[in-house]
């Protein structure tokens, strides 16, 4: 099956660990819908995240997700849905001021869960989402 309307967005300095593709941008006709695989605050060598504090990573992370949107053609403001993973809910506050910064037009449907682990040795935050654009 022929799949022309199904493109990865893959930005050049994107560091992958297995074989998966960062976002798809789908041809739906009229629009597009943007899927973007979880971010996670960027990693050394070793795969360990390069900061600790949950602040910054959560704003690492959406700085990333806007990178891979914007090579997509695509802003946060695009944003439908996003799905969070976190491995400490006690930090669900500051998580939560920096996300509203950053979807306060948008304002998706959001899931938020606390989870065990992260594939990153030292992460503590995971975020997903979907967007969708006009041609």
Do not use: C, W
């Not at 199904?6 to 041809?27: C, F, M, Q, W």
């Not at 819908?33 to 995240?49: L, R």
């Amino acid at each position: 099956m022929d799949k022309d309307f199904i493109k990865n967005i893959v930005p050049e300095d994107y560091k992958t660990r297995g074989s998966y593709s960062p976002a798809k941008k789908i041809d739906m006709g009229s629009f597009y819908i943007i899927f973007v695989s979880g971010v996670q605050a960027p990693q050394d060598d070793n795969h360990k995240v390069i900061t600790d504090d949950i602040e910054e990573q959560t704003t690492l992370v959406f700085e990333n997700i806007s990178k891979i949107l914007a090579q997509a053609g695509a802003t946060l403001d695009d944003v439908v849905k996003a799905v969070i993973f976190i491995t400490n809910m006690n930090e669900f506050d500051k998580i939560s001021r920096i996300r509203a910064d950053y979807f306060k037009n948008s304002m998706p449907v959001s899931t938020l869960v606390e989870v065990n682990r992260m594939t990153r040795d030292g992460a503590k935050i995971e975020v997903e989402v979907t967007a969708i654009i006009q041609k």
